[in-house]
């Protein structure tokens, strides 16, 4: 989550009211102090930004967060304390006209930048805010009395949709005065720098590119027009600032719009600049391809450094690429081959505050992954405006909710898991951490649970990051693993455990479908029908044809991985769903599905929405067999041609074992001695993140 983000309504507690607590000073204990190798050479190089001086080339570009106040310092100074030696400030809207929820238009956000420079620069980091206007961008609520948002030019924001003003020369000049202004606040409120943010289609970005900047006057048309407004802005802030107070922008490298911006007019765009700015932080995209922004595990690690490095190799001043750059050996490479000056490590540091200390450390199997689904982060943020993580249960909460579990408990107990799927995992890991004892059961000769048969689908392989770092974490926590060994009620009496946690997952259940719960969709039972497990190889193999439909019941990736799978084998797939678009349940599309949706489009794919099957026919002697649909509502039916089905619908939860044990406190037999939880998919749920969050909350609640 490499990005700002739309700006919320401001809403930064004042000085009295958010319960800023004291800093603790932190020395810095650096491998060369320590005696250890120096394993990232370039990494862990000190480097000069105008006149402030950075220890290591990790950088945490602007993001928001959702959090204000204490929550918001205590989220970046966790991640300043794990060894990010630069912290970009998530927007703050410099004009009224577009607010957010650091309010540097106004001097009453100069105690949370006092508190929040204090708090990161004892933790040995360097802090700067990246200044913002939405301009077209910004959206409409956030705005008094729902006035109309301002741009360069009356071209609506595609996912804001409405149609701006077009700024005047004196709306200009005041917005040029206001972003001056905050820039000196921002060094009056002791923060280390500033950041211009031109990038992602905001208004100095819309100013840039010629697809949104249909202007005729001294502002449009030429190159050196559509940077006027921007240069002006760069002027104005070094006369209202310090001599070597850091001043960089950010720009997308292609901001992805038809007739917009591309690599090489983004490169004479940073050489036009350059002589104004101290450093150049290149991104990618526009809100006109969104999920191109922050992309998803669907695009590979580092996908922006193609477009990015055409940009920052044409520049002198120090550089910062970002996309989904995860590991400190990749931003090593990256540094060492010329390709930027910085590494941006957002979500990486999301997922593990501490990721750059434990590399530095040679503990790198102790860093706990991101796996780049955007749910936890950008989608939940986008939805909710308080961003979580897949991963990590106390991302976004680090006031109050510690990354460890606290402490390890005066009398220990025995804790039994049953199943070694994500929620098992972590509840193990958790409990064991906390000085349990801790046995796990899988029934299977692997752990990962369902995480390991969706890693297993084509563009889903990181989704199996987080289950082998949980697995190795077992070993290294001390936790008893017990494979191909199933639990039942007589296992659970032989160990005779103080705690049994249930996290026995689910199975697919053959021919259920919602829009008619109690009657089994005819023909589900014929052999060239099957489940999702199936097609990925799992609980027997799927004999795929050429002619596939696919049925999507739930509106989640599985089906989405099976039509990819299916794709990969060779066969067409036609996608039958009972939703009105592809991974309709799942949060935020823009950003999550967005990716998913335009790879399955250009290929052999056909998306039909709101329909139920009425019947699957057999494959007569030429190969074909139908499925028959009712759209829904309406009850038409239609056929569709094919050799093999696959049916996802919502799964059968595992809760046998569960359910001995409850019986057996009504009463049918003496009560157990244990305490019952269960975790996971078990509870009818089926999300990743759900799974890891409940196991943490059991693994840390047992006392």
């Not at 309010?103 to 949370?112: A, C, G, I, S, W």
């Not at 019947?615 to 002697?621: A, G, K, R, S």
Request: hydrophobic fraction near 40%; aromatic fraction near 6%; charge should be negative.
């Amino acid at each position: 989550m490499d990005d700002d983000l739309i700006g919320h309504a401001v809403n930064l507690p004042a000085r009295d009211g958010i319960g800023i607590r004291e800093p603790e000073v932190e020395e810095d204990t650096g491998a060369a102090e320590n005696g250890m190798p120096m394993a990232y050479p370039n990494v862990f190089q000190p480097l000069n930004i105008g006149g402030c001086t950075l220890a290591n080339r990790i950088v945490r570009a602007a993001h928001s967060t959702g959090a204000v106040g204490e929550d918001l310092i205590a989220y970046h100074e966790a991640r300043a304390r794990g060894g990010a030696a630069l912290t970009i400030l998530q927007i703050a809207g410099v004009h009224p006209t577009s607010p957010t929820d650091i309010p540097v238009f106004d001097d009453r956000v100069l105690p949370f930048y006092e508190q929040m420079a204090l708090r990161l620069h004892a933790a040995g980091a360097r802090v700067f805010q990246q200044l913002w206007h939405g301009g077209a961008a910004t959206e409409h609520r956030s705005l008094r009395n729902f006035q109309q948002p301002l741009a360069p030019s009356a071209v609506p924001n595609p996912m804001v949709g409405i149609v701006p003003q077009a700024l005047t020369g004196t709306m200009i000049d005041e917005i040029v005065g206001s972003f001056a202004a905050a820039a000196r606040r921002c060094e009056q409120g002791g923060l280390d720098g500033v950041e211009l943010h031109a990038a992602h289609g905001y208004l100095i970005g819309q100013f840039l590119s010629p697809a949104t900047n249909r202007r005729d006057d001294h502002y449009g048309g030429s190159l050196e027009n559509r940077t006027r407004f921007l240069r002006e802005i760069l002027a104005a802030i070094r006369q209202e600032t310090s001599p070597g107070f850091p001043v960089g922008i950010r720009i997308s490298a292609d901001d992805q719009i038809e007739g917009g911006v591309d690599p090489e007019e983004s490169a004479a765009i940073a050489a036009l600049v350059e002589p104004g700015i101290d450093f150049l932080d290149v991104s990618l995209s526009s809100y006109w391809r969104f999920h191109r922004l922050l992309s998803t595990l669907d695009e590979g690690l580092g996908y922006e450094i193609p477009t990015s490095e055409v940009v920052t190799r044409t520049v002198e001043v120090p550089t910062i690429v970002t996309g989904r750059i995860m590991t400190v050996d990749h931003a090593e490479h990256l540094i060492g081959s010329g390709v930027a000056d910085l590494v941006s490590m957002v979500r990486g540091m999301i997922a593990d505050p501490e990721l750059v200390v434990k590399a530095r450390e040679g503990r790198e199997r102790e860093i706990r992954p991101c796996i780049g689904t955007s749910v936890g982060c950008v989608a939940r943020f986008m939805t909710t405006g308080r961003m979580r993580c897949v991963v990590n249960t106390a991302a976004g909460q680090e006031a109050s909710v510690p990354f460890e579990p606290a402490g390890r408990v005066a009398e220990p107990k025995l804790v039994l898991v049953a199943g070694g799927g994500p929620a098992g995992l972590e509840a193990a890991r958790t409990a064991a951490l906390r000085g349990h004892e801790v046995i796990l059961h899988e029934m299977t000769g692997h752990l990962g649970g369902q995480v390991r048969m969706a890693a297993s689908a084509p563009h889903r392989p990181d989704l199996g990051a987080i289950t082998a770092f949980l697995a190795g974490e077992l070993e290294r926590v001390g936790v008893s693993v017990r494979l191909r060994s199933p639990v039942d009620p007589d296992v659970v009496t032989e160990v005779d455990p103080d705690e049994l946690i249930v996290a026995t997952g689910t199975i697919p259940r053959r021919g259920f479908q919602i829009s008619a719960p109690s009657k089994p969709i005819p023909g589900a039972d014929l052999p060239h029908v099957f489940t999702s497990w199936e097609v990925l190889g799992f609980g027997g193999r799927a004999t795929i044809g050429t002619k596939a439909v696919v049925y999507d019941d739930t509106g989640t990736f599985e089906a989405i991985s099976v039509s990819d799978a299916l794709i990969a084998a060779g066969a067409e797939v036609i996608f039958l769903s009972r939703h009105e678009q592809l991974g309709a349940a799942i949060m935020y599309p823009a950003a999550t599905v967005a990716a998913s949706r335009e790879r399955l489009f250009g290929g052999p794919f056909w998306f039909v929405p709101t329909v139920a099957i009425r019947e699957i026919t057999p494959v007569d002697e030429g190969g074909g067999g139908t499925v028959v649909t009712r759209d829904l509502g309406t009850y038409r039916e239609r056929s569709f041609e094919a050799d093999t089905v696959v049916v996802v619908s919502y799964h059968h939860c595992n809760r046998e074992l569960a359910d001995h044990w409850s019986a057996n406190v009504s009463g049918q037999d003496p009560s157990p001695r244990f305490n019952l939880h269960l975790v996971g998919d078990v509870n009818g749920t089926s999300s990743i993140m759900d799974a890891i969050h409940a196991g943490a909350r059991v693994g840390r609640e047992i006392g």
